[in-house]
């Protein structure tokens, strides 16, 4: 696990693994994320107990957008030491693939999140958090892009 950053001194980090995934299309080079309140997320979410890394991403997946998916490749593992408003400080360790969708299974659970379609040199720094960022850059780099 690559970190980008390093846990302050006397923080008390709780731990949070997470599985995500780049969606991407066949036509083009362009990747789905997900928007909420006017931020930008990799698809996926914490890994729940018991559950491995793929079946937390499929449930993430079919809770936020109704798919499941098609595949899935491992791309990177991101780890960062964070304050989250909602959450408090946390230790993320973010598990990256690749993948496309497959056959949408039912309406998604998360309606305030909507997937949206984007060139990835156009969200860089845009991302939620900044471990999501080096993951979109790391998806770039994977697909034989010129680093923007």
Known sequence: MKYIDKPEENIEYTKRPGSYAFLKREEDDFIAIITCKGE??????????????????????????????????????????????????????????????????????????????????DYIGKMSQRWQDEALKEYIKSIGRRQW
């Open 40 to 121: 930008y997320f990799l698809l996926g979410g914490g890994i729940e107990q018991e559950e491995t890394v793929l079946e937390a991403l499929e449930r993430e997946v079919k809770e936020e957008i109704g798919y499941n998916l098609k595949e899935v490749e491992p791309l990177s593992e991101i780890g960062s030491y964070f304050l989250s408003k909602a959450k408090g400080y946390l230790n993320v360790e973010a598990y990256i693939h690749t993948a496309k969708l497959n056959q949408k299974l039912c309406d998604p659970v998360e309606i305030d999140h909507t997937l949206i379609w984007i060139n990835p040199k």
